[in-house]
């Protein structure tokens, strides 16, 4: 392991994703964060966007310069929104830095379904064949040594978490996938919009982008590439009146006649080497709140006899291992250090 202090930079730190990578790599024993960027901000310091920063990163936002971010950085990390990073990370690749995108732009291999889904240009053929979908705990993904990874949707982590293990051991029909996921009102960003608007979202609980949301094709991709076949699912997101937290409920068709202690089984040896995947026992059953602030998913499981159906139950919080977290998760192992370094944080409870 290298004691060498790897310097990086975090493109969109104004934002929730780029403000949580701060909150983990200040903890980092390997990495100096050594400048902040913001297109809408450069100039300022980040302590008058985030308070809390007072005293604890005195930095000044930088803009969006990858020659000048190369004279400073090593790595730099892009928490920007779909359709930015399709643009900026060739630049910050030929500037000589390592990439790990937080965006959408480099996870679909298909540039169709990217158009269909994202409703933007895609990004270069030649740069998104070089990047890897860090999906930490996917079986023989190998992020060691690259230049580009392309870290995770929120969702797409919460669900692939909870039925990677089964699709791979044909424990499942695969034609018979439903997730049924809610969110936290932090996945929509920190831009004010009707849709974080909190006498909208207040005692309130709705759906949206009901069959459209484009973690669909992701999590298609992924499962497709485990079971050898194409998988469709039927996905349905929701909003829930909570600042942090995802949960994934998915319901599917068993083959096998496994029982529920198998199952459990099955996922536990599945993760047994992955340390931020907790499997919980049989009749219990994860909650939002008991992985926030932290790198943790955990998983729970109710097996219906009567239907055969199977229901996993997959929490995660949203900007950590839905996204910062995983991004810092995905950076150890592209460096070949331990994947917990700066990330063995207690959930915060209550």
Not at 90 to 107: F, H, M, N, Q, T
Not at 225 to 235: C, D, I, S
């Amino acid at each position: 392991m290298s004691s060498h202090q790897l310097k990086v930079a975090i493109v969109g730190s104004t934002g929730y994703g780029g403000v949580e990578l701060i909150r983990f790599l200040q903890h980092h024993p390997h990495v100096t964060i050594t400048s902040v960027i913001s297109a809408s901000s450069s100039g300022k310091p980040i302590s008058e966007q985030f308070p809390h920063l007072n005293g604890m990163l005195d930095m000044v936002l930088d803009g969006v310069d990858p020659q000048e971010t190369a004279s400073k950085a090593d790595l730099v990390f892009l928490a920007t929104p779909s359709g930015v990073s399709s643009e900026l990370v060739p630049r910050y690749l030929e500037a000589g830095l390592k990439v790990i995108d937080l965006s959408g732009d480099y996870r679909l291999k298909d540039t169709d379904v990217y158009e269909k889904w994202y409703k933007h240009q895609p990004a270069p053929a030649d740069v998104l064949a070089e990047a890897v979908y860090g999906l930490c705990e996917l079986k023989n993904n190998d992020v060691r040594d690259v230049r580009l990874i392309s870290n995770p949707g929120c969702y797409s982590t919460a669900s692939l978490l909870g039925l990677l293990p089964a699709v791979e051991a044909g424990w499942v029909n695969t034609d018979t996938i439903i997730i049924d996921a809610k969110s936290g009102v932090s996945g929509a960003g920190r831009g004010t919009s009707l849709t974080a608007h909190y006498a909208e979202m207040n005692e309130n609980f709705k759906a949206y982008k009901v069959n459209k949301h484009q973690h669909i094709p992701e999590i298609e991709q992924v499962l497709g590439e485990v079971a050898g076949k194409p998988v469709q699912v039927t996905f349905t997101t929701h909003l829930v009146p909570m600042t942090r937290g995802i949960m994934s409920t998915m319901y599917m068709k068993t083959n096998g006649g496994h029982s529920e202690q198998e199952w459990i089984d099955l996922y536990r040896n599945y993760y047994k080497e992955r340390p931020f995947v907790r499997v919980r026992s049989a009749n219990q059953w994860p909650a939002t709140k008991e992985v926030a602030g932290s790198n943790y998913c955990d998983i729970g499981f109710a097996l219906d006899e009567r239907t055969g159906r199977m229901t996993v139950i997959s929490v995660i919080d949203n900007l950590v291992k839905g996204a910062a977290g995983q991004a810092i998760q995905n950076l150890n192992l592209m460096m070949g250090w331990d994947e917990t370094l700066g990330l063995n944080m207690v959930p915060v409870y209550p």
